[in-house]
């Protein structure tokens, strides 16, 4: 329902974003690095059961409108939990919980299920986008005190973006991701060469186990993905949820046959066979690209084998990568394997604001500490990883 503000502009907040014509938002999003705010992967996430009030992730986004036409949006989620988020805010409120101050629900601002940096608020191209924000920031102001909501949060958010919010009084929190970035590799030996001697050989040593187990990995793009395929990948994706993830099965099967229609220009699967001919894979990752920025979602597979999940989810993605002239992948949440292989922690932050007075005082008398202590870690990552010594001295 809209609402005046201005003269020249309104506000409505949307329940769903099917509310939103496709070509208006993606008018906004699609110039942005990111593709994960993108209608069509938003859109899906609703209709497929993802992220609906039934789940915890009620849609409830911002719009700015002048005229009836769209020039500013934020995806938003009032969240009665902080499953699928990926930042863990659990402290939070378990402190709220002990000075008696309900945490829940919140607003939240991310692509669901999504840990890759990127988000901010879509603004058209040519408008004043400060202005633009702050009105957006007031009008989610009045709206969380409206609805009695403890605080805003905004999670893996555009470096640049995070600095405007700042501004505008929001709390950075620091956390890290593992990410790799292309030296300007023309080869998988140049990336093999930014190692030690000890890890290249233990590289070669992973690769050449799926080789020996005679399996066929397959880098699928696009169009030439078949059909039978995305169900595929909710079969593997729900079987590593099953196996290590308790509880964190957050996509449904629909979700990924939805992705075949209108989204498979992204997709990138690593598939795994074990015969030329098969039709069905052993093993499969699942990535997305956008530009010259890769990312890695999901994997699983069907049956064992030695150093597959390194192969399909690491080494072949960035042989493809290097190819493609890719410049960033993210390969996704976690880091235990990731650091070994080439991918050092890179910072990243979220945004927060509590509307309890005592949460806001305690969130910014710790929050530099907290901070500082983050930043060690990342440190200590990266002091660890296993390049040469020429590497070690590049700065991450």
Partial sequence: MFGQVKPEYSIAWIQKIA????????????PLATPFLEWEWLHNIETSGSATARTGWQPCHLTVWRDRQLIGAAPLYIKGHSYGEFVFDHQWADLSHRLGIDYYPKLLGMTPFTPAVGYRFLIAPGEDEEAITELMVAAIDHFCDR????????????????????GFGFSSWLHHSYIWTNKGFNSFEDYLAVFNANQRRNIKRERKAVTQAELIVKTLV??????????????????????????????????FEQLYPKYRHRVVL????????????????????????????????????DCLHFEACYYKPIEWAIGEKIQMFDPGAGGRHKRRRGFPAMAN????????????QILKHYIVEINGMEQQEIDAINEDLPFTKREIEFKI
């Fill in 270 to 305: 690593m598939a795994a066979y074990q015969n030329e001919t098969d039709k069905k894979p052993v093993g499969l990752s699942f990535c997305l690209r956008k530009g010259d920025n890769l990312y890695g979602r999901y994997w699983g597979c069907l049956q064992e084998f």
């Fill in 147 to 166: 609805n009695h909501l403890s605080g805003c949060h905004f999670l893996f958010v555009d470096p640049d973006w995070r600095m405007m919010m700042e």
């Fill in 222 to 255: 696009g169009e030439e993905i078949p059909h039978h395929l995305f169900p595929l990948i909710y079969t593997f994706y729900s079987s590593t949820c099953d196996k290590f993830y308790w509880g964190s099965k957050y996509l449904t099967r629909k979700f």
């Fill in 349 to 360: 932050h979220s945004l927060h604001r509590f509307y309890h007075p005592k949460m806001v």
């Fill in 19 to 30: 509310e939103i014509p496709q070509s208006e938002w993606d008018a906004l999003a699609q």
